[in-house]
């Protein structure tokens, strides 16, 4: 008999199984002389780190699967002594991934897009469990970069660096991490607050729900795991992308532009951020496919579809220690005819309780979450998909060994790593607390990003960028 503890198995709550189904990628950088030697040091670091981590969120050390007998349903399955998936891998002789020219060029993006970022393991129908979390270290000439995958049904971009913060707490000061009670929220479990206390799933209500969400929409009964995913990720063209820095000055300009045109309060650095790139983007991409004009005196209503965390802000007492997803898509239209005039309605809320709870009732009524389809469609030149990671994971203090010992340090640089290049899509990049400047990455098909980067009136507002 084998004397491996039993797996206990659940489905996750409602907003966990209607989230994105893909893993969150990030990408910390780090310098390191140490070579394989430090890599070794790391890595056990890292793994009794672990331990002490997945002690208090035991669900990062998981595995998630298809239910078989609930469609489309997302099981966990945890064990006691489970570990998160920790992998190491040698690639020096990477000329792509020289650290030193890595770092000189300002980490440009497209650096962090290929299969060696990638990860062999998908969600699928008949396929076998994958990790809820993993990190893959990767050596490179004169570094080390740290990959963490952690999958979008378990949390959202603020659960993933509640789970990094304690992960690198734990490497600074293991004992007094054992002894003190986590910082942080830690529980995925807790249900978020429902218009509905029916136990049974009800097919009507979710649809009339459905038309009350305008992110949404509701496929048909039977929706295959891979066509949910088609869906979700469809995309075309030949895609590229680059990141463009943004300095105070221009930002305070473009603040000072939106209150001259009779906006009654000074924006945020999100909302003109958002509202350049989906001005900006959106002109070039309906250049590009040759309805610019058409658009401009039809006034053709455009898109942008912002994510938005309401973790801190609704259900404060019911989710005090929730580390599960907390965000909802909202969007804002606007013609293209004045598109940038629209700077301040960027700043889209989800600001009362009574959106979460439609949204809520919904998840909790469709029996099939596959069935949830985000209305999102990168391939329409109308459409910007703007996200923001400013103030995930820049300020988190790590102890990374090199050469000469161990050395506290923030990381250079966080990218989002990927197999290829999203379509339509913008999303800020993490950037510590006292850095003022502010990076955006934009991809789009390779003809419109071509566009932006030569029109005249989009690099007045930009102070760099990093291809």
Same mark, same amino acid.
């Given at each position: 008999?084998?004397?491996?503890?039993?797996?206990?198995?659940?489905?996750?709550?409602?907003?966990?199984?209607?989230?994105?189904?893909?893993?969150?990628?990030?990408?910390?950088?780090?310098e390191s002389d140490g070579g394989r030697q430090a890599l070794g040091v790391l890595r056990g670091k890292l793994e009794q780190a672990l331990k002490h981590v997945c002690l208090r969120m035991p669900y990062m050390a998981g595995r998630l699967?298809?239910?078989?007998?609930?469609?489309?349903?997302?099981?966990?399955?945890?064990?006691?002594?489970?570990?998160?998936?920790?992998?190491?891998?040698?690639?020096?002789?990477?000329?792509?991934?020289?650290?030193?020219?890595?770092?000189?060029?300002?980490?440009?993006?497209?650096?962090?897009?290929?299969?060696?970022?990638?990860?062999?393991?998908?969600?699928?129908?008949?396929?076998?469990?994958?990790?809820?979390?993993?990190?893959?270290?990767?050596?490179?000439?004169?570094?080390?970069?740290?990959?963490?995958?952690?999958?979008?049904?378990?949390?959202?971009?603020?659960?993933?660096?509640?789970?990094?913060?304690?992960?690198?707490?734990?490497?600074?000061?293991?004992?007094?991490?054992?002894?003190?009670?986590?910082?942080?929220?830690?529980k995925i479990d807790i249900p978020i607050p429902s218009s509905s206390s029916m136990e049974k799933k009800d097919a009507e209500l979710a649809m009339t729900l459905s038309k009350q969400c305008p992110e949404l929409s509701l496929a048909a009964?039977?929706?295959?795991?891979?066509?949910?995913?088609?869906?979700?990720?469809?995309?075309?063209?030949?895609?590229?992308?680059?990141?463009?820095?943004?300095?105070?000055?221009?930002?305070?300009?473009?603040?000072?532009?939106?209150?001259?045109?009779?906006?009654?309060?000074?924006?945020?650095?999100?909302?003109?951020?958002?509202?350049?790139?989906?001005?900006?983007?959106?002109?070039?991409?309906?250049?590009?496919?040759?309805?610019?004009?058409? #658009?401009?005196? $039809?006034?053709?209503?455009?898109?942008?579809? %912002?994510?938005?965390?309401?973790? /801190?802000? @609704?259900?404060? +007492?019911?989710?005090?220690?929730?580390?599960?997803?907390?965000?909802?898509?909202?969007?804002?239209?606007?013609?293209?005819?004045?598109?940038?005039?629209?700077?301040?309605?960027?700043?889209?809320?989800?600001?009362?309780?009574?959106?979460?709870?439609?949204?809520?009732?919904?998840?909790?009524?469709?029996?099939?979450?596959?069935?949830?389809?985000?209305?999102?469609?990168?391939?329409?030149?109308?459409?910007?998909?703007?996200?923001?990671?400013?103030?995930?994971?820049?300020?988190?203090?790590?102890?990374?060994?090199?050469?000469?010992?161990?050395?506290?340090?923030?990381?250079?640089?966080?990218?989002? #790593?990927?197999? $290829?290049?999203?379509?339509?899509?913008?999303? %800020?990049?993490?950037?510590?607390? /006292?850095? @003022?400047?502010? +990076?955006?990455?934009?991809?789009?098909?390779?003809?419109?990003?071509?566009?932006?980067?030569?029109?005249?009136?989009?690099?007045?507002?930009?102070?760099?960028?990093?291809?």
């Amino acid at each position: 008999m084998s004397g491996e503890a039993p797996a206990v198995s659940r489905p996750l709550t409602a907003w966990n199984q209607a989230a994105l189904r893909g893993y969150i990628r990030q990408v910390h950088c780090f310098e390191s002389d140490g070579g394989r030697q430090a890599l070794g040091v790391l890595r056990g670091k890292l793994e009794q780190a672990l331990k002490h981590v997945c002690l208090r969120m035991p669900y990062m050390a998981g595995r998630l699967s298809l239910s078989k007998e609930q469609p489309g349903v997302i099981m966990l399955h945890t064990r006691e002594g489970d570990q998160v998936k920790l992998s190491t891998r040698d690639v020096r002789g990477d000329r792509n991934l020289v650290y030193a020219n890595i770092r000189k060029r300002g980490f440009p993006a497209g650096d962090f897009v290929g299969s060696v970022f990638n990860t062999d393991q998908a969600l699928c129908e008949d396929g076998p469990p994958i990790s809820a979390a993993q990190i893959q270290l990767l050596l490179v000439d004169g570094g080390i970069l740290m990959c963490v995958f952690v999958y979008h049904s378990i949390t959202d971009g603020v659960g993933v660096n509640y789970f990094l913060s304690a992960l690198a707490a734990a490497m600074r000061d293991p004992d007094s991490f054992l002894q003190k009670p986590l910082s942080c929220p830690s529980k995925i479990d807790i249900p978020i607050p429902s218009s509905s206390s029916m136990e049974k799933k009800d097919a009507e209500l979710a649809m009339t729900l459905s038309k009350q969400c305008p992110e949404l929409s509701l496929a048909a009964t039977g929706t295959t795991h891979e066509d949910y995913m088609t869906s979700m990720f469809g995309v075309s063209k030949v895609k590229f992308g680059g990141i463009f820095v943004f300095g105070p000055e221009k930002l305070q300009l473009a603040k000072v532009a939106v209150v001259s045109a009779g906006h009654p309060s000074t924006p945020s650095t999100f909302s003109c951020l958002a509202a350049l790139s989906w001005a900006f983007m959106t002109t070039a991409r309906l250049q590009t496919v040759g309805i610019a004009e058409q #658009s401009r005196k $039809e006034n053709t209503k455009c898109r942008i579809v %912002i994510p938005t965390w309401f973790g /801190d802000r @609704l259900f404060c +007492e019911q989710l005090r220690d929730y580390a599960g997803n907390a965000v909802v898509f909202t969007e804002a239209w606007h013609g293209a005819a004045d598109l940038f005039a629209v700077a301040d309605s960027t700043s889209t809320d989800l600001s009362n309780a009574k959106d979460a709870l439609t949204r809520s009732t919904l998840f909790n009524n469709v029996a099939d979450p596959r069935q949830l389809q985000y209305s999102f469609t990168p391939s329409d030149p109308r459409q910007l998909f703007f996200n923001s990671w400013r103030r995930i994971g820049a300020d988190i203090e790590w102890t990374i060994p090199t050469a000469s010992g161990m050395k506290r340090t923030t990381a250079d640089a966080i990218r989002k #790593s990927q197999s $290829e290049w999203n379509e339509s899509a913008g999303l %800020i990049m993490p950037g510590r607390r /006292d850095k @003022l400047e502010y +990076e955006a990455v934009l991809s789009s098909d390779a003809d419109s990003m071509e566009s932006l980067r030569k029109n005249k009136a989009w690099k007045s507002w930009i102070d760099r960028e990093i291809f």
